[in-house]
Nanobody, 127 residues
Framework: QVQLVESGGGLVQAGGSLRLSCAAA????????MAWFRQVPGKERDIVAA????????YYVDSVKDRFIISRDNAKNTVYLQMNSLKPEDTAVYYC????????????????????WGQGTQVTVSS
């Protein structure tokens, strides 16, 4: 598994933007399908967005479509989540996740399929 470290969370007003980063410590992310999840207290960890190994295909949960963008820079071993037009309901702890895969094209969205997780970063959107 790969060690993942998230950064970029914080407090922002509704309508604002944040960019989360997920960096791999000492390993290449090029063999991993990646995703961002989020979790609020008392609820399950839910998928937000996912991207395949090559960066050619993505998935977004309906509630963030047209507002969030997931991307990756394999040369920098980093995955990003650009979050725009943030809403109070986006408030959560955001987790980066990775799963090693042979396929360049598969997009993985199920939490149980991911073996590597970051420690999480808090995003708080005030109204």
């Amino acid at each position: 598994q790969v060690q993942l470290v998230e950064s970029g969370g914080g407090l922002v007003q509704a309508g604002g933007s944040l960019r989360l980063s997920c960096a791999a410590a000492g390993q290449s992310l090029g063999s991993y399908a990646m995703a961002w999840f989020r979790q609020v207290p008392g609820k399950e960890r839910d998928i937000v967005a996912a991207i395949n190994r090559g960066g050619s295909d993505t998935y977004y949960v309906d509630s963030v479509k047209d507002r969030f963008i997931i991307s990756r820079d394999n040369a920098k071993n980093t995955v990003y989540l650009q979050m725009n037009s943030l809403k109070p309901e986006d408030t959560a702890v955001y987790y980066c996740a990775g799963t090693r895969t042979l396929s360049y094209t598969v997009v993985v969205t199920a939490a149980h399929a991911f073996g590597s997780w970051g420690q999480g970063t808090q995003v708080t959107v005030s109204s």
